[in-house]
């Protein structure tokens, strides 16, 4: 990093010759200096006045054209007649409402009302023209009603596809009294006349442009429906698709144009703020610039070049070369350690178990790593770009929703959801999703986690689980089988037997009648005495008055044993694992009591204090019932434990209360038991954390319940307690499950 005599020498000898040149247009540099400033000045002057303007004309846009619709639209949304036609099968407008539309229409100087049903077809409409209506058109392509279907007002400008004119639609969803989804749209649609008007009154160029860049209003006709650029054939045609400005081409803007005299340029526009009250839209203005502006541009570049080579005459030759000799190895050197630092990173994604992609706002892939490449099942290249997340594979939530159906404006955290491939191959998947900025692009990171070994993990735990509850249960359950099923044995014996003798002495009954028609007296009261005889071997009386209760008895048994089974059958197969479904809490309550009966008959009595026509609660039914079981479990173990520490021959008392909260549901399971020690209290929902003996617990209980109640379902699950009082476990449920991962 030493320079040398040499190099000196030879910068010397090119400072003695640059001397005289820089005395020579040292005058000149001062001149196009103060030149080039006063330009400067000048160009910033105008800019500062003409963003100022602007800036004032779009709020004389927002708040003298926009401020009556929205009181329209309460009246319409409102209006007896729009919700009576909206109820009827047959949706045919009346003349009174056709004259109601008609004055709102010309109340609030709105081109057209009109009202749409829930498939994007006019059924009511003012007259428009006198002989002009949208009676029976469909426009449910349209952004303001599908986008109004989905519960949202809007506010949007296009050009009418029947008139050809353009206007503000403002559109709000109508609601019918019992129904969840909107029955169908009102919408007003605003002239934008005045608009024009305003701009009329600019002296230059002026427009107003959407969110894609078509001019939609503008002060000279030759400027409509122009795009300074034009996108993309697929960004293009969905535009055009969209009819958003009718059948209008949609063309670019020349490279330059001419204006009374003057020559435009794209690119010298000053932008005003959002206009029309929609975000995206701009109010922006051309303005010319004079030649000597450009031509005070161009001899700035030759003064600056001037003024760089007069420093650098006079400056210190040596140390400035080596400064810049410096600066230069440590730019490389910083550059180097950038590429080294993006290399190692690369590797790191590359590598990372984690798919990791990185979109634009289109939802296009700009970049993913291998793991990304194998759960999407693309072929690993690092050629592919602008591939749509979901043309392949669709990411889901758990409702089915799609992710690109959620706002880009908002981050996922940790949304389970699955992969679903065109074949119906079905990948369970946790999705973060992050915006982010690199230079002027907006970009998303996507980072996705196969979930099939947890769920897999989790689902042979949840099995492991219910197997160990049923092994428990099993010899209770046998000993509740086997006790109605003895004493069906039994009378179903007494029966047979009473049976046998009923029969026999019905034999001899008739043996003996068939004598008694020729019998004198003596031979009758004969007779009688066998048949007394008989009866009393028989024991007639003891066989009327046993049997109809021996037959009952064996019903009830065998009532019983089909309780037994069908709780036991409701508890191992509550229907398709996995899957959300509506559900009777009360009624799965006592299946599960039914089911653990031997576990709690002899230690506790059930207080039960159910809400009656308690709402179905959407949840997971089968691993629902397995927690209810581990909280019964808990409470009687937890009875006995404070029985034996008393020596206690009494019973304690397991109370479940249900009962409706507003949207949730909340259920109590309280016991007299022990308690739960202070210094525990932060640990019962760890995994594998039990005070029981082996044998008797195996610490995933409270786990499972906490992990399906709080993670899956979404609710919250808390407890009270009370050293040697008991303990209660709250449990609360939303009775409709919803996603909370969108953050």
Known sequence: MIVSDSNFKRISSITKRTIFFSTVFSSLIVVAVTWILVGVFHKQLITNETREELDHY??????????????????????????????????NQSLELEQYLNGIAAGSNASIVYVMDGDGNVIACSRYDNNQTLLGKNYAFRKYFLDAMK???????????????????????????????PAGVAVVKMGVQGIEKVLLSMSHPS??????????????????YKMQQLPGEKELAALRESRQFADNPLTALPDAFEDNGKMFY???RIEGKSSLGLPGW??????????????????????????????????????????????????????????????????????????????????????????????????????????????????????????????????????????????????????????????????????IIDLSERKQMEANLMQARKMESIGQLAEGIAHEINTPAQFVGSNIDFIFTSVVDLFAALHHYEEVLSGVTIADNTQQMTIAGRLLKIREEADLDFLEEEFPIAAKQAQEGIDRIAKIVKALKDFSHPGAEGKIRAVDLNAAIETTLTVASNVWRETADVDLDFTPRLPPVQCLAGELNQVFLNFIVNGTHAIEDKMQKEHSTGKGVLKISTRQDGDSVEIRFSDTGTGIPAGIQDRIFDPFFTTKEVGRGSGQGLYVAHNLICNKLHGSLT?????????????????????????
């Open 282 to 447: 701009q109010l922006i203005q051309w303005r010319g610039l004079q030649y000597p502006l450009r031509l005070a541009s161009v001899f700035s570049v030759f003064a600056l070049l001037f003024i760089i080579a007069g420093g650098i005459v006079f400056a210190n030759w040596r140390e400035r070369i080596i400064a810049d000799r410096n600066l230069l190895l440590s730019q490389q050197l910083a550059e180097q350690n950038l590429r080294e630092g993006y290399e190692i990173l690369k590797r790191i994604l590359e590598h990372l178990p984690v798919g990791v992609i990185v979109s634009d706002n289109l939802m296009n892939i700009r970049w993913i790593n291998k793991a990304a490449h194998l759960l999407l099942r693309f072929p690993h290249s690092e050629t592919i770009k602008d591939v749509a997340i979901g043309v392949d594979a669709i990411i889901t939530d758990e409702t089915g929703k799609s992710i690109t159906e959620y706002p880009l404006g908002k981050n996922l955290a940790h949304l389970e959801g699955k992969l679903v491939f065109p074949g119906g191959d079905e990948t369970p998947v946790l999705l973060d999703r992050t915006q982010f900025e690199l230079g002027e692009d907006e970009l998303f990171l996507h980072a």
């Open 719 to 743: 407890f009270l307690t009370e050293p040697n009082a008991g303990t209660t476990f709250i449990v609360r449920l939303p009775l409709v499950f919803q996603d909370p991962n969108v953050c």
């Open 151 to 181: 519960g949202d007002e809007v506010l949007f400008a296009a050009v009418g596809v029947t008139t050809n004119e353009r206007g503000l639609y403002q559109s709000r969803p109508v609601q019918l009294e019992g129904l969840v989804n």
């Open 266 to 268: 794209p690119d010298q």
């Open 207 to 224: 427009c107003i442009v959407s969110p894609s860049g078509v001019i939609f209003l503008s002060n000279r006709a030759n400027l409509l």
């Open 58 to 91: 779009s709020n004389v846009l927002v708040n003298e054209h926009l401020v009556s619709i929205r009181g329209v639209l309460d009246r319409i949304s409102k209006s007896e007649e729009v919700l009576h036609l909206l109820q009827k099968k047959e949706k």
